[in-house]
């Protein structure tokens, strides 16, 4: 499975980004999709995730603010941020596991940058 992602850039705080992520490969195995980001020296982290059934999770950080979503027709997976923040700078990564994640694919990232 390969992950492109595409959407990043530099936004003002308040701002909105939508990030995409196309998947092509062998997806019919695919569970889950997520994204994940990581900050400058922090540990990379769970923002949002989707599930093959449509249930989806979000990290308390980002609740109310981000969506999921994908559209099975185009093998693509998106994140919607609105109400951006600086704490939301990051560098952000497309993540496609299998169940019980015995296969686990990444893509290469897209920055994120949010001035204040």
């Known amino acids: 499975v390969q992950l492109v992602e595409s959407g990043g850039g530099l936004v003002q705080a308040g701002g909105s980004l939508r990030l995409s992520c196309a998947a092509s490969?062998?997806?019919?195995?695919?569970?889950?999709m997520a994204w994940c980001r990581q900050a400058p020296g922090k540990q990379r982290e769970l923002v949002a995730h989707?599930?093959?059934?449509?249930?989806?999770n979000y990290a308390d950080s980002v609740k109310a603010r981000f969506t999921i979503s994908r559209d099975n027709a185009k093998n693509t997976v998106y994140l919607q941020m609105n109400s951006l923040k600086p704490e939301d700078t990051a560098v952000y990564y497309c993540?496609?596991?299998?169940?019980?994640?015995?296969?686990?694919?990444w893509g290469q990232g897209t920055q994120v940058t949010v001035s204040s």
């Open positions: 993540n496609a596991y299998t169940y019980g994640r015995l296969k686990d694919y």
């Open positions: 989707i599930t093959n059934a449509g249930t989806t």
């Open positions: 490969g062998s997806i019919f195995s695919i569970y889950v």
